[in-house]
């Protein structure tokens, strides 16, 4: 069974980057299309970016372009998330998720598998 396991967040200055890991075991994770969801205090879950099965093809919310970038590594059964130009907004529990039918990949309920999140705090 697809375990994914998030790891790279944490506190960082409005402007700042950090990069997220998606780590899986369980499975190959050349099947599946990866998203990155993100829930901030109070608020939906909200579709960040995703990535093809085939690495070919991504996707990314409004509030993200051109400050994020996804990518993946099948060699490492990794996919990243580039965050970039961090915004006190973007303060949320970014989770990871799989599925092997997506059709986009910014809706949450277009996956079956999802990791446990952790957290990412943009702060001055």
């Known amino acids: 069974q697809l375990q994914l396991v998030e790891s790279g967040g944490g506190l960082v200055q409005p402007g700042g980057s950090l990069r997220l890991s998606c780590a899986a075991s369980?499975?190959?994770?050349?099947?599946?299309?990866i998203g990155w969801i993100r829930r901030a205090p109070g608020k939906e879950r909200e579709g960040v970016s995703s990535i093809s099965d085939t690495g070919r093809t991504t996707y990314y919310g409004d509030a993200v372009k051109g400050r994020f970038a996804i990518s993946r590594d099948d060699a490492k059964n990794t996919v990243y998330l580039q965050m970039s130009s961090l915004k006190p907004e973007d303060t949320a529990d970014y989770y990871c998720?799989?599925?092997?039918?997506?059709?986009?990949?910014?809706?949450?309920?277009?996956?079956?598998?999802w990791g446990h999140g952790i957290q990412v705090t943009v702060s001055s």
């Open positions: 998720a799989a599925d092997t039918r997506v059709l986009y990949g910014l809706d949450p309920i277009e996956y079956r598998n």
């Open positions: 369980g499975a190959p994770l050349d099947r599946y299309t």
